[in-house]
């Protein structure tokens, strides 16, 4: 559905300076899809994604098979964006034994007397599994920083909370990023740039419909206030974040199922570039291969006498 070079353009690793408006949350899509209706453009990356996850669950199994690697999925982004839809689509048709979802809430008293990428930390997958972290340590240069009140929650030491004390943050996070990549896991973080009017429009619905009233808190429309300061906060944490060893993807967020077909495809080639092999086997292992054959063939050719 995509190509490299559409895919390529979501990605941020180079550093530097970056800018939302760049970036169209309500893309519509490569040229050959501009022209279709809401119904088709949905149907259309619905199949997609469907054949996606055939790619993405074969990938999956051979990470499992092969347990050397992980991958660390991050999803980022304001109330509403569709993080759940992603992770309810995109990861469905994978072996549930081979991913976690683990998401992260405020802190317990517990995690405050941890540093701030502690609870992350505990929560990373092992070798084979892919781990979905429904927001993250990010947090703590997002939320944090736009309520610098909740600071004073973390019992950290005396000191300035300027610029520098952010840029601390992000150089512990591109480190620990670095450290994980080095030792095997993969770490793929998108953010779901929505709009500001879908965003609204998608808590209309919410408050509209009986079934999903349960997802709509009072908070989310407090938080819509501080809508510009989060904008300059996600700016300057992918400016800074955004490495070549763990890449951010600004996925537009508007149209939801384009959405969710830009992450499976992003998802699919990242685990193929691993190029992945199902493991060999010694000549040990293939001799007892062959035994347990005979064995079993051995059963066959007994029951048929009996």
């Known amino acids: 559905m995509f190509t490299k070079k559409t895919l390529a353009r979501f990605r941020v690793s180079g ?36 054949r996606a996850l055939e790619e993405l669950a074969e990938a ?31 990861m469905s048709g994978v072996n549930p034994q081979g991913c976690q979802v683990v998401s992260f809430k405020a802190p317990s008293a517990e995690e405050l007397d941890h540093d ?47 610029g520098k004390f952010w840029s601390q943050r992000y150089q512990s996070i591109n480190a620990l990023e670095r450290h994980l990549v080095r030792n095997g896991t ?24 009986p079934a999903k009233q349960w997802k709509f808190s009072a908070g989310d429309v407090a938080e819509r206030a501080h809508w510009d300061a989060y904008m300059d906060a996600f700016e300057q944490m992918i400016a800074a974040t955004g490495t070549a060893w763990a890449p951010w993807y600004v996925i537009p967020a508007d149209h939801k199922w384009l959405a969710r077909a830009i992450v499976a495809d992003i998802l699919t080639d990242v685990i193929g570039s691993l190029d992945l092999k199902p493991p060999t086997v010694s000549p040990e292992e293939r001799r007892a291969l062959r035994s347990a054959r005979q064995q079993l063939l051995d059963e066959t050719t007994d029951l048929r006498r009996q």
């Not at 199994?61 to 999803?75: G, T």
């Not at 979905?132 to 909370?161: D, M, T, W």
């Not at 993969?186 to 709009?195: G, R």
């Open 186 to 209: 993969m770490v793929v973080k998108f953010f779901l740039h929505v709009s500001r009017d879908e965003q609204r429009r998608r808590f209309l619905a919410r408050i509209d419909d």
């Open 116 to 162: 701030f990428l502690w609870r992350c930390v505990r929560a990373l997958p092992e070798r084979g599994r892919i781990g979905i972290f429904n927001r993250s340590y990010y947090e703590e240069v997002l939320v944090v920083r736009v309520h610098p009140e909740l600071l004073a929650r973390q019992k950290l030491p005396p000191g300035k909370r300027g």
């Open 15 to 50: 550093g530097g300076k970056f800018r939302l408006r760049r970036h169209d949350p309500a893309w519509p899509g490569p040229k050959h899809l501009r022209d279709l209706g809401d119904d088709e453009l949905k149907a259309r990356a619905k199949s997609y994604v469907a």
């Open 60 to 90: 999956q199994e051979l990470l499992w098979a092969n347990d050397v690697h992980s991958l660390l999925v991050i999803l980022q982004a304001m109330d509403a964006a569709g993080k759940d839809g992603i992770i309810k689509h995109v």
